[in-house]
């Protein structure tokens, strides 16, 4: 087996394969699937400083190569979270990971403070780039001045490992990525959804009840693939990849392309076990072109 450690902050991953937030639930749900903790880490879905039913249905739709989702972070906030969700998973052998989203600055500010208290959550992943809600979301993610403005206060009340989670609904996403590194982010994710929109042209209606979604899956991955490599070179902390990894190969390229770890979204609806497949595979790619540890091949593309 090659060394598969890679860090993040000051977490250690004893693989660079973690699940994507709103993929994979709270991790237990896919428990029957696979042995939990083989996984890097488990980042579980939105969570808001209160319950949010999330968007009307149909919220979904299946696009070619991918698929398309107005869920809306639909969540029971995050005192709920802390009630009955920690309990059951805060023994999961892995790095838990609680991913953040708000409307407003102050949103974000609470609920991160409520998660620092928890021990065994050591790190979380600040979603500044959710497309499908109203108010806040996306709207942080798509400028360097709030972008840089929620991190700034965040990071005051937030002494775990913070992971900026980046929208690619924008024109430059190394700038975004620079600003928020700048306000002390120890990681940034990318990519989170791209806006889209799907017609039903016998209905002549458009198919989401709020028009339009976020695109993810396969048909993203070229997208994604090039901003980890415009990011690798504006910033110094760890990127993690992510965006229509379907395959080992798909991650490996992701890591070529400068990111110390990926995460898996749309493919476990597709391949519950796909995450240990890749682990699996990433380990075998190593082993094939004579690589001791995965550390040697981040960011040679
Ligand atoms: C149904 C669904 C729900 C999602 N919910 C969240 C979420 O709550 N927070 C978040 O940061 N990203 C969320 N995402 C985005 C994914 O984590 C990921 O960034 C995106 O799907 C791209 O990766 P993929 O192509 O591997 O799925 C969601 C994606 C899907 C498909």
Known sequence: MADLNVKIGSLTLKNPVMTASGTFGYGLEFADFIDLSRLGAIIVKGTTLHHREGNPYPRMAETPSGMLNAVGLQNKGVEYFIQKIYPEIKNIDTNMIVNVSGSTIDDYVATSAKI??????????LNISCPN??????AFGTSCKSA???????RQVYPGTLIVKLSPNVTDIAEIARAVEAEGADSVSLINTLLGMAIDAERRKPILSTVTGGLSGACVKPIALRMVWQVAKAVKVPIIGLGGIMNATDAVEFLLA???AVQIGTANFIDPQITIKVIDGINGYLKRHGYNSVQEIIGLV
């Open 133 to 138: 809600v109203k108010e806040g979301g996306m």
């Open 148 to 154: 840089g403005n929620v991190v700034k206060a965040v």
């Open 116 to 125: 620092a208290a928890l021990e065994k959550i050591p790190a979380i992943e």
């Open 258 to 260: 400068g990111a110390t």
